[in-house]
């Protein structure tokens, strides 16, 4: 299991993919808000989110196959149409054999030819379930993990490959924490009504994969108990997932000599040999606690039983390309009972998935090539321009930082790197071989591809120019050890992004989550990195206290709202994002100054242009969450829910409270000397 490399996202993960489908855009829009869908009921001053969002939020219906809906969520389905649509047209092509178009082409339609899968059964997994059969103790089994071409070290070894967090010039491995199939630590423990029925789905689900390879039902319950407390002894050594976000507590650098002296039952050496790592000799570890409470485990489970969850994580990561029983096994476990969706994302969209996530950059050149045109990238790189200039301005007016981390600060602004849209090198597939009656087969191609591609960064220069997600993804990033802020072409369309809309809407929207993404250089996070990447203590100690007093206030004001029954945010797991939502929106809006629209006066909608930029803002933001997917989300997204992502800020920001008469006793309303301001 593959661990993703530490970078700052500005986005909710879409976990579904929408039920509705919606035809291509082909008509000019004329409307760049949603005046029906606000509640006017509602004080803006007590509760903006509703006030602008409240009648929709309200009457939508999330989809079936969704956990929720919202802008991302509609501008995803959208950009997944025009996706199947390419797919469509490379699938029914007499393309070249090797050929862009011929690979995703293929790939996609062998995903869609149920009537093989189905025949197939469990039959793809049977040759690894006889290796996993034939282990004879944990050494055996470490070994097995560690040789498996697509997915080396299996669900025990989690790792990725990327800058070396104080040598951001250097490629380097980095292993985290791992083992776990719950999404952290405490749903192992938790006594919580909620917590224990997923607990015991997750019991019926490892006991159903089980039957569906042949094992009589009371063994397989007797084998998924011993799969959860076997989980359970791990999650107790993994950390918080707010301790995850401590760049400095989570670099260790370690010789492999040392490691597999602390942990001889690991033999860290063997394990990197077997993984085809023979000339690394020092890799970074970011929780060494689990790798030594693994250490220790390994040699107590009996052989029986640790056997037994190698063919659970096999079965478990592989459900999803297997025959439907399997298929509907999973869906049963992590998208009803986990995630609360009531029903199953129709297949095309799930296939579509695979060949973003596998052929990413090869799907990703038809992709621009149809609907990003290069006027486009033209006009957001002007955007983020006008935003850095506005960002100079207020670190160089800052009054609790001294000129000498000023100074440097500004060298890291002035630096960063802004990618826009798609590479300009375009990753090379030429090893992957596609055919169009192989779907698990495709796939693990497509994972053997990356495994070789990371491994042979190990040890060598940062390619600066990569990119971390695909051209149509509905995202954006900030990467602290490259200085550099990515956004996608598929999240530069509306409602973030329309050349036809007024300043106030566009700054609103996308020139908040540029605000955003420049932010996260400073967060508590990123404020760690200088100019070049590297992880250092840049700023003066007087500096750093202040700016920590700072957050802490953003700290204490999350972690006093609350959703559900009472169920609190974490303030420190989701201080980078809610710092970056704040310095967004204080950016977003001294750019938007800066226009004519914004000096001006003139109502559009009834509204004045300070109130439509943040109307714009909000409905941006509106997103309607099951509460079983909330509860997830509120234990490991480093994102506040969306409501606190409009209000959060705005409480703190005095040009909102102008644009709607925020009086003393409203809800909103904090005094001045109250205000959480950082940047």
Request: net charge neutral; glycine share 6%; with cysteine.
């Amino acid at each position: 299991m593959n661990l993703i490399p530490k970078i700052l996202f500005t986005a909710l993960s879409v976990v579904a993919i929408a039920a509705c489908q919606q035809k291509e855009e082909t008509t000019t829009r004329t409307s760049f808000f949603d005046k029906s869908g606000m509640d006017t009921t509602v004080s803006p001053g007590d509760d903006f989110f509703t006030y602008a969002n409240g009648k929709w939020v309200k009457e939508t219906k999330i989809p079936d196959d969704q956990t929720g809906w919202g802008s991302f969520n509609t501008l995803y389905e959208e950009n997944l149409q025009k996706t199947k649509s390419i797919l469509i047209e490379a699938a029914a092509s007499d393309a070249k054999a090797g050929s862009i178009e011929q690979k995703v082409g293929d790939f996609y339609a062998s995903g869609l030819d149920t009537t093989t899968i189905d025949k197939l059964g469990y039959e793809p997994l049977k040759a690894e379930l006889a290796k996993i059969e034939a282990i004879k103790d944990y050494k055996e089994a470490l070994n097995y993990l560690a040789a498996s071409p697509g997915n080396p070290g299996g669900k025990f070894i989690g790792y990725y490959v990327g800058a070396d967090d104080r040598q951001s010039t250097i490629n380097r491995i980095n292993f985290g924490q791992a083992g776990l199939s719950l999404p952290e630590k405490d749903y192992y423990t938790k006594t919580d009504e909620s917590t224990k029925k997923i607990r015991a789905a997750f019991l019926n689900y490892a006991a159903k994969l089980f039957t569906l390879v042949g094992v009589d039902s009371l063994s397989a319950k007797t084998k998924a108990n011993t799969i959860l407390t076997f989980e359970t002894t791990l999650a107790q050594s993994h950390k918080e997932q707010a301790d995850l976000r401590d760049p400095v507590a989570n670099y260790n650098k370690f010789a492999v000599a040392d490691l597999t002296k602390q942990m001889p039952n690991l033999n860290w050496r063997a394990l990197l040999n077997t993984m085809k790592l023979i000339n690394v000799d020092s890799v970074l570890v970011g929780q060494p606690g689990y790798y030594k409470a693994l250490d220790k485990a390994l040699p107590t489970v009996p052989i029986s039983e640790l056997k037994d969850k190698l063919i659970f994580d096999l079965l478990d990561e592989n459900a999803r390309l297997l025959s439907e029983p399997f298929e509907k096994a999973r869906y049963e476990f992590y998208g009803r009972t986990l995630y609360g969706q009531p029903k199953q994302a129709d297949r095309w969209k799930r296939v579509t998935q695979f060949v973003d996530r596998g052929l990413g950059e090869a799907l990703g050149q038809l992709w621009v090539k149809k609907y990003f045109p290069a006027e486009a990238k033209e006009r957001m790189l002007t955007l983020v321009n006008n935003l850095q200039k506005v960002y100079r301005e207020r670190i160089e007016k800052l009054d609790w930082m001294a000129p000498e981390t000023k100074k440097v600060a500004l060298v890291k602004l002035d630096r960063f790197v802004k990618k826009i849209g798609y590479p300009d090198k375009w990753k090379d597939y030429s090893d992957v071989t596609i055919k169009r009656d192989d779907f698990y087969g495709n796939v693990q191609q497509t994972y053997i591809h990356h495994v070789k591609e990371d491994f042979a960064k190990i040890n060598k220069p940062v390619d600066r120019a990569e990119w971390m997600m695909t051209p149509p993804t509905v995202n954006a990033y900030a990467n602290p050890t490259n200085n550099e802020i990515v956004f996608p072409a598929g999240i530069l369309q509306f409602p973030f992004f329309d050349k036809d809309a007024d300043d106030a809407i566009n700054y609103g929207a996308i020139g908040m989550v540029i605000g955003h993404e420049m932010t996260h250089l400073f967060d508590d996070q990123g404020r760690q990195y200088d100019a070049n990447g590297n992880l250092r203590d840049w700023w003066t100690k007087a500096d750093a206290e202040r700016f920590n007093t700072k957050t802490q206030a953003v700290v204490n004001q999350y972690n006093n709202f609350t959703v559900l029954d009472n169920l609190h945010l974490n303030g420190r797991l989701t201080l980078g994002e809610n710092l970056a939502d704040l310095g967004g929106i204080t950016l977003a809006y001294q750019a938007f100054k800066l226009t004519k629209q914004g000096q001006g006066t003139e109502k559009i909608d009834g509204f004045t242009p300070d109130q439509r930029f943040f109307l714009g803002f909000a409905q941006v933001w509106r997103t309607k969450v099951r509460d079983e997917s909330l509860r997830v989300r509120v234990a490991t997204d480093p994102h506040s829910p969306d409501k606190f992502r409009v209000n959060g800020p705005l409480t703190n920001f005095a040009p909102f409270y102008a644009a709607f008469n925020v009086k003393p006793g409203q809800k909103l309303y904090k005094p001045e000397v109250q205000q959480a301001k950082v940047w």
